[in-house]
């Protein structure tokens, strides 16, 4: 199983290890800095060695990397993981955009049910079951979100369960909430919050959430 230095220290951007497994065109490693999609963040680009990252994807505990079909990687071979650091670190603001968004709506509204969500390198989104507008509120969520940021809240980040490798985040006095993504250090890194509204149909509202 990989040891997950994204979560050691999520401002890595790039970490030398060894080639773990080899299966055809897919590899694991011994440690990564390479983050795969899981709770709506999408995955890092980067490099393993000289080869582009095509794909990673979660298998189990383990994280399979897809390169090049005609890549050359044996098992135990050193190698060089380097990520696309300014496109993770508008990840990790978008996200934690979002995670801020969520728990207001969750502490103002009254409980509207999150049915999903998404964190792009543009944009992030917070899809509702909710059965009314949610424009009226958004004047007041992003104000209340700016000045969470303006606060610039130390975020602390852990396993409350470190053998079954699930994690948290926690802002104390705001909230403390599972999530297995990689998240910033304070929270006046996020930037200036905007947000608006979709509506993506039938008791379905859309938060869309950027930073500047
Ligand atoms: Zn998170």
Same mark, same amino acid.
């Given at each position: 199983?990989?040891?997950?230095?994204?979560?050691?220290?999520?401002?890595?951007?790039? !970490?030398?290890?060894?080639?773990?497994?080899?299966?055809?065109?897919?590899?694991?490693?011994?440690?990564?800095?390479?983050?795969?999609?899981?709770?709506?963040?999408?995955?890092?680009?980067?490099?393993?060695?000289?080869?582009?990252?095509?794909?990673?994807?979660?298998?189990?505990?383990?994280?399979?990397?897809?390169?090049?079909?005609?890549?050359? !990687?044996?098992?135990?071979?050193?190698?060089?993981?380097?990520?696309?650091?300014?496109?993770?670190?508008?990840?990790?603001?978008?996200?934690?955009?979002?995670?801020?968004?969520?728990?207001?709506?969750?502490?103002?509204?009254?409980?509207?049910?999150?049915?999903?969500?998404?964190?792009?390198?543009?944009?992030?989104?917070?899809?509702?079951?909710?059965?009314?507008?949610?424009?009226?509120?958004?004047?007041?969520?992003? !104000?209340?979100?700016?000045?969470?940021?303006?606060?610039?809240?130390?975020?602390?980040?852990?396993?409350?369960?470190?053998?079954?490798?699930?994690?948290?985040?926690?802002?104390?006095?705001?909230?403390?909430?599972?999530?297995?993504?990689?998240?910033?250090?304070?929270?006046?890194?996020?930037?200036?919050?905007?947000?608006?509204?979709?509506?993506?149909?039938?008791?379905?509202?859309?938060?869309?959430?950027?930073?500047?």
């Amino acid at each position: 199983m990989v040891h997950k230095v994204f979560w050691d220290d999520p401002y890595l951007t790039t !970490l030398q290890t060894e080639v773990g497994r080899v299966i055809g065109d897919q590899v694991t490693l011994r440690d990564t800095i390479f983050f795969a999609q899981s709770g709506g963040q999408e995955s890092d680009k980067g490099t393993i060695g000289v080869f582009p990252v095509l794909n990673a994807r979660w298998e189990g505990k383990d994280i399979r990397y897809t390169l090049p079909p005609d890549h050359d !990687l044996r098992v135990g071979n050193v190698v060089t993981i380097m990520i696309d650091w300014p496109r993770r670190y508008k990840l990790m603001r978008l996200h934690f955009a979002a995670e801020i968004v969520l728990e207001l709506v969750y502490s103002t509204l009254k409980k509207p049910k999150k049915i999903g969500a998404h964190i792009a390198e543009d944009k992030a989104r917070i899809d509702f079951d909710f059965k009314e507008n949610i424009d009226k509120h958004l004047d007041k969520l992003t !104000l209340m979100a700016n000045i969470v940021v303006a606060n610039n809240y130390v975020i602390e980040s852990g396993f409350s369960d470190r053998a079954a490798e699930r994690r948290y985040w926690k802002i104390p006095g705001f909230a403390q909430v599972p999530c297995g993504g990689t998240h910033l250090k304070r929270t006046g890194e996020i930037g200036e919050i905007s947000l608006n509204r979709k509506n993506v149909g039938r008791g379905k509202e859309r938060i869309e959430v950027r930073v500047a």
